[in-house]
């Protein structure tokens, strides 16, 4: 059964550094988004996108943040300055044309920031 | 502030009992809603959609909805002690964006 994947797992920085965190979605699937949950929070949602082109995004997603679909496969979050506050476990996410909002998430990005 | 609130449990249920989730939300805009299941240190899984008034069942899950009351709910019929785990409800009225609660603890004991 075809999954999204993310990688790395688990990435340690050191704040104002620049981290990529990145998710293959599944294929077919057109409709793409970055969520992210504080440990012992609400999953909060960052971004969402389709068409090579940000739908919707949140406060969340500031300056800082930006998103790419660098080729066919690839959809990548960039942070550009880390602070230790964006330390959390992101999540991308797809959906099918026609999915109604029927996301499937991938495993994890676990970002620590010191 | 549109909010999905859950109550945060936990709830605990004996094996093979009936476990009840709950679920209200602000947005009388969100038409599409959501229960994903979350083990500890894990990504979402999404168990159930359900769009339009009523009940959806699907094995031991039923998600109902009510729009007029802007409450959601799962029913976990049989619970199993594999079922112990975080339940998200979600909504989503725009673009996609899903609002998730702070989810429900279970614990299904045998």
């Given at each position: 059964?075809?999954?999204?994947?993310?990688?790395?797992?688990?990435?340690?920085?050191?704040?104002?550094?620049?981290?990529?965190?990145?998710?293959?979605?599944?294929?077919?699937?057109?409709?793409?988004?970055?969520?992210?949950?504080?440990?012992?929070?609400?999953?909060?949602?960052?971004?969402?996108?389709?068409?090579?082109?940000?739908?919707?995004?949140?406060?969340?997603?500031?300056?800082?943040?930006?998103?790419?679909?660098?080729?066919?496969?690839?959809?990548?979050?960039?942070i550009r300055s880390t602070k230790l506050e964006d330390s959390a476990m992101y999540f991308c996410a797809s959906e099918p044309a026609g999915g109604r909002e029927t996301q499937y998430f991938g495993p994890g990005t676990r970002l620590l920031v010191l | 502030q549109k909010e999905v609130e859950q109550n945060s449990g936990p709830l605990s249920v004996p094996e093979g009992a009936i476990a009840s989730l709950n679920c209200t939300y602000s947005d009388r805009?969100?038409?599409?809603?959501?229960?994903?299941r979350q083990y500890s240190g894990k990504s979402p899984e999404l168990i159930m959609s359900?769009?339009?008034?009523?009940?959806?069942?699907?094995?031991?899950?039923?998600?109902?909805?009510?729009?007029?009351?802007?409450?959601?709910?799962?029913?976990?019929?049989?619970?199993?002690?594999?079922?112990?785990?975080?339940?998200?409800?979600?909504?989503s009225a725009s673009y996609g964006k899903l609002t998730f609660g702070q989810g429900t603890i279970l614990t299904v004991h045998p």
């Open positions: 059964e075809p999954e999204v994947t993310q990688t790395p797992s688990h990435q340690v920085t050191q704040m104002g550094q620049e981290v990529i965190l990145r998710c293959v979605p599944i294929s077919n699937h057109l409709y793409f988004y970055w969520y992210r949950q504080i440990l012992g929070q609400k999953v909060e949602f960052l971004v969402s996108f389709y068409n090579n082109e940000i739908s919707e995004k949140s406060e969340i997603f500031d300056d800082q943040f930006s998103v790419e679909r660098p080729d066919g496969s690839n959809f990548t979050l960039k | 805009g969100s038409q599409s809603f959501f229960w994903y359900i769009y339009s008034n009523g009940d959806k069942e699907d094995g031991r899950f039923t998600a109902q909805l009510n729009k007029a009351s802007q409450y959601v709910s799962l029913l976990i019929r049989d619970s199993q002690p594999s079922d112990s785990a975080t339940y998200l409800c979600a909504g």
